[in-house]
């Protein structure tokens, strides 16, 4: 039931009281004698706990030391090299592991910087060493010091990591970085910044290409749609020539438009997002598409209706937000039958406001769906010539809604009709009070 270091320990104590018993018994004090008895089993304890003390104190500053000790002692001295073992076993483990760890992560070409809950570098890999020029007493000072970049510490600060941000190198001129953050433990971050400088030049010379060749096809396609203008108002071409004379001018009308949507993505793609934003009125900017829209159904009769609140500010590019919402309209114009009913909701609540275009045509099935603000992807290409588009205006809407943080989401059933709708953070949203509003 017993240890035996214990059980021998209950024997002395018995051993001690039947010594103390017996004296007692003899000298006719009883009492006195166990009492003696006592005094000395516990000077005795005492004397082993101070060896044990003694010897615990060895371990501690010298590492194991040799155990002289007897009974119950030896076997706690036992169990504590038994837990000192165990414990260097894990830590030696542990220390594989995180030195298994750092061999990968110095392997990868991608800087990790590992950052404390109060914003200390703790530990980075060899590739962040090249890329902010780290030295050993770097460590433990703000990351935010040695990542100077504006744009960085923007997005360091504002705590919402579910996009990486692209922006270029403080140190390295040229060198633009992709960064992500990931927040683990108590509040630690582990940091990766990844070099895209090749995807940066490429992309940036695939935009330099579009908006040039773009731009010298502009020229002669204006030349070659005024002379056909113009040859097509003399009157003095054969009756037979009419028909190629129109395809001819409507095929160059749409490569006109083509060029123009081409520019207008490249100088979206180009231009400083925030430049030129000021707080822009909804429901007067929807009233002018609508406008349009009518325009453009002209004999199909299409209905409109717009469900918005007066009072409502969007901060944004007026021009660019116009192009994104008449997209919209105009496609749901276009694909909406005749007489139907095409509808422009405007809703809003703590977080985000919501406009959506909803149509009542022929509907999208879900496949095309992830693919609709891809350039030049069309569901029915057939359909798309017919109405004049150039397979660019989702892409265009896309980009305009992202410079002004916002999403595009797209509901459609076959049969039903197609919701398109754009999600605009609160933070751009002014919402005047009723007084403010015109009367």
């Not at 962040?128 to 050993?136: G, I, L, N, S, T």
């Not at 060029?259 to 793609?269: A, G, M, V, Y």
């Amino acid at each position: 039931m017993f240890r035996k270091g214990v059980a021998a320990e209950l024997r002395w104590l018995l051993l001690f009281a039947i010594v103390g018993f017996s004296i007692g018994l003899v000298f006719d004090h009883v009492v006195m004698m166990m009492l003696v008895a006592a005094l000395v089993f516990g000077a005795r304890l005492m004397l082993r706990i101070s060896e044990l003390e003694s010897w615990v104190e060895a371990t501690r500053q010298r590492g194991l030391q040799e155990n002289n000790l007897e009974g119950v002692w030896a076997e706690i001295a036992e169990d504590v090299v038994l837990i000192i073992r165990r414990y260097e076993k894990d830590k030696l483990r542990l220390q594989q592991v995180v030195e298994r760890v750092q061999q990968m992560t110095a392997a990868l070409t991608d800087g990790v910087i590992i950052v404390d809950k109060h914003h200390n570098i703790e530990w980075w890999n060899r590739a962040a060493e090249m890329q902010f020029d780290f030295q050993p007493l770097d460590i433990g000072h703000k990351v935010t010091n040695y990542l100077r970049n504006p744009k960085f510490i923007k997005y360091y600060e504002g705590g919402d990591y579910r996009e990486p941000l692209d922006t270029y190198s403080v140190r390295h001129e040229g060198q633009h970085l992709q960064f992500f953050v990931h927040p683990f433990g108590d509040g630690d971050r582990l940091i990766i910044a990844r070099d895209v400088t090749r995807v940066a030049n490429l992309e940036r010379m695939r935009q330099d290409f579009v908006a040039n060749v773009s731009h010298e096809l502009r020229t002669p396609l204006t030349v070659l749609s005024g002379y056909l203008e113009t040859l097509a108002d003399t009157g003095v071409l054969p009756e037979r020539w009419g028909k190629p004379m129109g395809q001819m001018l409507e095929q160059t009308s749409r490569m006109n438009r083509l060029i123009n949507d081409l520019l207008t993505l490249s100088r979206l793609e180009t231009d400083d997002r925030d430049f030129g934003q000021r707080p822009v009125p909804l429901l007067p900017l929807l009233e002018q598409i609508v406008a349009e829209g009518r325009a453009l159904s002209g004999e199909r009769g299409h209905e409109f209706l717009i469900n918005c609140g007066e009072g409502i500010e969007i901060m944004g590019q007026e021009d660019e937000l116009r192009s994104a919402i008449a997209n919209l309209v105009y496609n749901a114009v276009n694909y909406t039958p005749d007489g139907k009913k095409v509808s422009i909701l405007v809703n809003s609540d703590p977080h985000e406001l919501v406009l959506k275009v909803k149509d009542n045509g022929e509907g999208i099935e879900s496949r095309h769906i992830p693919r609709l603000t891809e350039r030049f992807y069309r569901v029915d290409a057939g359909r798309s010539r017919e109405t004049g588009g150039t397979g660019l205006g989702l892409a265009i809407v896309k980009h305009i809604l992202l410079r002004h943080d916002a999403d595009l989401k797209i509901r459609s059933k076959v049969g039903k009709g197609s919701t398109f709708s754009c999600h605009f953070p609160i933070k751009r949203v002014i919402q005047s009070s009723p007084e403010q509003q015109p009367s």
